[in-house]
């Protein structure tokens, strides 16, 4: 029995769905899970993909292109975090605290929900450019490494994008009344 016990502190406890939490505590959850997620990896994964196209681009001209598109989808993605976190985010919270959220909601939230669409397609691209993230028989550390980061960072960029298009957003009409 106390081994039993033992082994279950051992074991942690199964991550709560974000899909239940309240609007503050889901912006909380995507912006450190999220946001951090991708502060942390895009400059990881820029670097990496500057190195393959430099070193193999030459013979693979599809990396050049890969490297264009990532660094286009980095960079509207600094910019759209930046918008939700300075400008979105604050307006919800706003609204749960009973204020006015200040900015015209259903505009901003159709701006975010068009952004996530552009980072959709740029996936798919990314996707297409890499023949599913499949990197070549015989490829470098890198190049493998870069292949499976960008897989990850799609999966990660489709819960996120989730979770704010199907979930907070929705919410945040409601408390809009719109």
Not at 29 to 53: Q, S, T
Not at 132 to 159: I, K, Q, S, V, W
Request: charged share 25%.
């Amino acid at each position: 029995m106390v081994t039993m016990l033992e082994k279950e502190e051992e074991e942690p406890a199964p991550e709560e769905n974000p899909a239940e939490l309240g609007p503050l505590e889901l912006v909380d959850y995507i912006v450190k899970r999220h946001h951090g997620f991708l502060r942390g990896e895009l400059p990881r994964l820029h670097e990496m993909a500057a190195r393959v196209a430099r070193v193999h681009g030459p013979h693979t001209p599809s990396l050049v292109t890969l490297l264009e598109v990532f660094e286009g989808m980095m960079f509207e993605l600094a910019h759209h975090l930046m918008k939700e976190e300075d400008v979105l985010f604050p307006a919800i919270g706003a609204m749960v605290s009973g204020e006015t959220a200040g900015i015209p909601l259903d505009g901003a939230i159709a701006t975010m929900m068009d952004e996530h669409e552009d980072a959709g397609r740029a996936l798919q691209e990314l996707r297409e450019l890499t023949n599913g993230f499949r990197p070549p028989e015989g490829a470098c550390n890198t190049y493998r490494a870069l292949f499976a980061g960008l897989l990850e960072l799609e999966g990660d960029l489709h819960r996120h994008i989730h979770l704010e298009n199907s979930v907070l957003f929705p919410a945040a009409k409601k408390l809009a009344g719109i």
